[in-house]
């Protein structure tokens, strides 16, 4: 059996912001370790490469552009994302909990990529619900 046909991409967006009683060292230690645990993951192919995200933002909506945020609660906000090769969905976010992030504050939304294209006569997330 071939793993590499197995194995399935999950994006992963880092929510959420630090916590406010941690000091800025401790913060810091954990972003140096992130950096290397994401490095190795890279390397092993258990990651694809992504990015932190900047602070500007637009929304596009029938309604037209807006570009005054903010746009969401900070709970919502998302800082950044990768992308992790796995099995399933468990083992993705089980690879994500690794994460040195997590004990600071940052939370992590693992979902899969679905290869489908869109339709309205298909249930997604885009589907109203009744």
């Known amino acids: 059996m071939n793993t590499k046909e197995s194995r399935h991409d999950y994006l992963v967006l880092s929510r959420g912001q630090w916590d406010k009683d941690a000091a800025k060292a401790d913060i810091e230690a954990a972003i140096a370790k ?3 645990w994401y490095e ?3 390397k092993a192919g ?3 490469p992504g990015s932190r995200l900047g602070t500007e ?15 969401g609660e900070a709970k919502e906000i998302i800082g950044g994302y990768w992308i992790i090769v796995a099995r399933s ?12 992030c997590v004990q600071y504050g940052l939370v992590f939304e693992v979902r899969p ?5 869109a339709s309205a ?3 997604t997330n885009e ?4």
């Open 34 to 36: 992130f950096y290397e």
């Open 40 to 42: 190795r993951n890279v």
């Open 46 to 48: 258990e990651f694809k």
């Open 57 to 71: 933002a637009a929304l596009v909506s029938k309604s037209g552009i807006a570009t005054d945020g903010p746009f």
């Open 89 to 100: 969905l468990r083992a993705a976010a089980e690879l994500a909990a690794q994460n040195p």
């Open 113 to 117: 990529l679905e290869a489908e294209r």
């Open 121 to 123: 006569y298909s249930v």
């Open 127 to 130: 589907t109203p619900s009744v």
